[in-house]
């Protein structure tokens, strides 16, 4: 099974965009047709851009965090790692590394500007979709 860290806001657009590439994406790992890595930090994240930039409620994102959970392996980091300037990336990366993943899937320019990452791929959702097709 292919392994993957989907970054915080490939989730966001699969909360907002049906029948996009990151839905799809979304709905592989659901499906479990994918094996999607998360870490308490990447959880926090996504809660906290739902809270924060999209207003959603504590018991409305709470629920997506759930959900993203239930069929996601959480895994814990040992390392920390300082790759790029922009820290929350740096925690993605963390994720990726621990759970040897082979995919990034993301829409982050900093992230995605790095092409791979220790043999990890990094890539946008509908790249990855054309690489597993």
């Known amino acids: 099974m292919i392994k993957?860290?989907?970054d915080s806001n490939v989730f966001i657009s699969a909360f907002y965009l049906p029948g996009?590439?990151?839905a799809e994406v979304v709905f592989l790992a659901r499906k479990r047709r994918i094996c999607n890595f998360v870490s308490p930090p990447?959880?926090?994240e996504i809660e906290r851009i739902l809270k924060g930039k999209l207003k959603w409620s504590d018991s409305r994102a709470r629920g997506a965090v759930k959900r993203v959970?239930?069929?996601s392996e959480e895994i814990y980091p040992e390392k920390r790692l300082k790759a790029i300037s922009d820290d929350p990336d740096n925690r993605i990366l963390e994720c990726a590394v621990s759970g040897q993943a082979g995919y990034i899937i993301s829409g982050d320019r900093h992230?995605?500007?790095l092409k791979k990452y220790?043999?990890?791929r990094i890539v946008t959702p509908s790249d990855f979709l054309d690489a597993i097709r």
């Open 111 to 113: 992230l995605l500007n």
């Open 20 to 22: 996009s590439a990151p």
């Open 42 to 44: 990447v959880i926090g």
């Open 4 to 6: 993957v860290v989907i």
């Open 118 to 120: 220790r043999g990890i």
């Open 69 to 71: 959970k239930k069929f």
